[in-house]
């Protein structure tokens, strides 16, 4: 079992930042890769991004360029820094850890963008 904890989010304004935190503990794997992704109020679950185990990144269109995903694997840690933040970035964003035969989500933290 691997626990997924999401933390950082918020409201904050048009063209502000927020970093938002998935600390990961429990049968973490090396080799592991996670993911960010987002829900906005009556919408599907979005893919933002993602990032292999030794840092390979990729994102979605709409957020290329604002977005940057990382990760610490010796704190077993991935991080979301968003910047110039848009209203249609507003959603719960759920970390998720998947690995050979494992697929774990966090309960999702709210970030609201709005003036």
């Known amino acids: 079992q691997v626990q997924l904890v999401e933390s950082g989010g918020g409201l904050v304004q048009p063209g502000g930042s927020l970093r938002l935190s998935c600390s990961a503990s429990?049968?973490?794997?090396?080799?592991?890769?996670m993911f960010w992704h987002r829900q906005a109020p009556g919408k599907q679950r979005q893919w933002v991004a993602t990032?292999?185990?030794?840092?390979?990144?990729d994102y979605t269109d709409s957020v290329k360029g604002r977005f940057t995903i990382s990760r610490d694997n010796a704190k077993a840690t991935v991080y979301l820094q968003m910047n110039s933040l848009k209203p249609e970035d507003t959603a719960v964003y759920y970390c998720?850890?998947?690995?050979?035969?494992?697929?774990?989500w966090g309960l999702g933290t709210q970030v609201t963008v709005s003036s």
């Open positions: 998720n850890y998947k690995h050979i035969g494992s697929d774990y």
């Open positions: 429990g049968s973490i794997v090396a080799g592991n890769i």
């Open positions: 990032i292999g185990y030794g840092g390979s990144t």
